[in-house]
């Protein structure tokens, strides 16, 4: 008997011809040999065909522009908006928040410097904005 | 349908994505993929103006064919560096249901890693086949070589892989 190799490979991709189907459903149902043969191929196909689909990074690809009665443009759009978003993020994370004013704290301050320092001129507060306070 | 000529930006979006695939299960390694990828779409670019109406995944993958075994080529003139980690492999240690996803990214990493096994002529037409999804015919005119040798190739490329994955001498 005359064990199939090749065949196997095309018959789990639908390339085989309509003999050659015939041929392998025959064989297999008579030959243990073949069966472990052809679920080993089958095996190592599904392998393959598992593997995610990656996505494109960004930038690879352009996104068109295009407006009535203008001239088509091409942007590489993706590579610019990464880098935006990555500045904000960045910009996001290392600013430091305001800390909220005490205003009761800053008039004990203000009040206990004008005891220790009674020379010494108005205490010139700026806040957030621009805005001066005495 | 429109009747406007095919332009690069279109064969970008609508194959960008399998030819950068593509280009990872063959090499590995995502900024060489994607080095591909642009060098594929700069060939489509130039190609675009003498491509007769025909079978244009034929074209296509040729064009991507030659690319790739260009680049094969210039690797071969210098040394190659490792492969890198698998840029999904982080992603899958930090996000919800980690332990399925790094068992999910553990076996495709085994599987990349089988692929980059096997000779070059049988892993590009395993992924042409498995992962891209064209038929021998396509995969033939692609390569440039006949039906039986993609047959051939494809067949013999599963069992090293069957070999490779299970431990076992190739069936």
């Known amino acids: ?134 | 349908m429109s009747d406007r000529p095919l332009t690069w930006e279109d064969v970008a979006r609508t194959h960008g994505r399998k030819i950068y695939n593509f280009a990872y299960r063959l090499c590995g390694d995502p900024h060489d993929a994607a080095d591909l990828v642009q060098e594929v779409l700069l060939r489509v670019q130039k190609g675009l103006d003498a491509y007769q109406p025909g079978s244009f995944d034929g074209w296509l993958w040729r064009i991507t064919h030659n690319a790739f075994i260009d680049e094969v080529r210039r690797r071969q003139r210098r040394p190659t560096s490792p492969l890198p980690e698998a840029i999904d492999r982080w992603d899958a240690q930090t996000a919800p249901g980690a332990d399925e996803q790094l068992a999910a990214s553990r076996l495709g990493d085994e599987i990349q890693a089988a692929l980059m096994e096997l000779p070059y002529e049988f892993r590009e037409a395993v992924v042409m086949c498995d992962v891209v999804g064209l038929s021998y015919e396509e995969i033939a005119e692609a390569v440039a070589v006949p039906v039986g040798t993609v047959r051939s190739r494809i067949h013999r490329g599963r069992k090293l892989l069957r070999g490779a994955l299970s431990g076992e001498a190739a069936v």
């Open chain 1, 1 to 134: 008997m005359t064990h199939l190799d090749e065949v196997l490979s095309a018959y789990l991709d639908g390339e085989a011809t309509p003999d050659e189907v015939r041929r392998v459903d025959r064989h297999t149902s008579e030959c243990l040999q073949c069966r472990r043969r052809l679920r080993a191929i089958s095996d190592a196909r599904a392998a393959v065909r598992s593997l995610p689909t990656l996505e494109l990074p960004l930038g690879l690809v352009p996104v068109a522009e295009t407006a009535p009665g203008k001239r088509r443009r091409v942007v590489w759009m993706g590579a610019a908006a990464a880098a935006l978003a990555g500045l904000v993020t960045a910009a996001a994370i290392f600013t430091p928040a305001p800390e909220p004013i005490d205003l009761s704290d800053l008039s004990r301050q203000v009040g206990a410097r004008a005891a220790l320092d009674p020379g010494s001129g108005p205490l010139k507060i700026v806040l957030p904005g621009g805005l001066v306070g005495e």
